[in-house]
């Protein structure tokens, strides 16, 4: 049995209803890649979340729905910009300029959301061929330091984005958090709000392979599928993707697997907070929480309960809460903290 920990939600296992699903579908044969009746069920799902014109794709990774997303929507003169902390930034082996050839442009912001007055610095060049074009705005959501964008937040972004002829694109691998966390729709702040193209991700919410690329501009699709073929991203055996994500959606199992990660998370800081000699450095606004923790301690805390480091020049970690993440399990963890800093 692994080690039960916090450090990525990904390392969680997969939901029962999930895993049941996969078992369904995995009954006699189907048409493959995607010409399937789940595959085709769930594209009507995201239909009924984000409105009746948008197009989906699904592809194995989160990186490889951020590769499509964005490939889709710029050419190799453009560039893209981020928060420094942005997964497609840090985390991707520079896989989004490898396949689109666009400069990514990082913006440093305290809480890993950054805004128009941030990023209008970087709006310059326009026409002028010395320079790489702005193409294309990238937020994520939750954010990589745990913290939610509004939707003022995210319309403000847009309409910078679109008055510059540019696109946002949104990295939703914890959408389905930051949903519980605002207390609204998908739709509210994705289509409503004026975002271009959605990355919409499952596998760190209890699902097992898969996620989906929402074009909520329809436009921007044309040469989708040419684009996720040439990436690898297409699954032949698609019917297991779809499966997963029909109960997902129609049964709202993002929605029960979130709301607990979140609130485990709320439970951890209120438990950390008791303690003295840790800081928490974010807003707990999904399912993480940032702290600094005396360095002597992390590596014996690691070796109980398993987390990353998250800026080891100040000491600060990240943990990560999941669907499957208990009371016992935070309870455990802050009293061997407890011992560790009493000591």
Known sequence: MGQRGFASDNNSGIHPQILKAIEEANQGHSVGYG?????????????????????????????????LGIQSAVQSFHSVICAETAHIQTDECGAPEKFTGSKLIPVSAQNGKI????????LHGFGFEHHSQPGLISITQVTELGTVYTV?????MADLAHSHGMYLHM???RISNAAVSLDLPFKTFTTDAGVDILSFGGTKNGMMIGEAVLFLNPLLSANSKYYRKQAAQ??????????????YLRDEIWKTNATHSNRMAKILEREIRKLKGVEITQPVEGNGVFAIVPT????????????YMWDESRSEVRWMTSFDTT?????????????????
């Open 234 to 247: 297409l699954f032949s055996k698609m019917r297991f993707i779809g499966a997963q994500f029909v109960p």
């Open 152 to 156: 003022n937040e995210i319309k403000a």
């Open 115 to 122: 805004t128009p007055d941030l990023i209008e610095k970087h």
């Open 327 to 343: 009371e016992d399990d935070i309870m455990k963890f802050t009293g061997l903290l407890r011992i560790l800093l009493n000591e």
């Open 171 to 173: 990295d939703g691998a």
């Open 35 to 67: 010409d399937d009746f789940w595959t085709k069920e769930a594209i009507v799902l995201f239909k009924k979340e984000f409105g009746d014109n948008i197009e989906v794709f699904f592809t194995l990774t989160g990186t490889g729905a951020n590769i």
């Open 296 to 307: 002597p301690l992390i590596s014996r805390l690691q070796e109980e309960f398993f987390f």
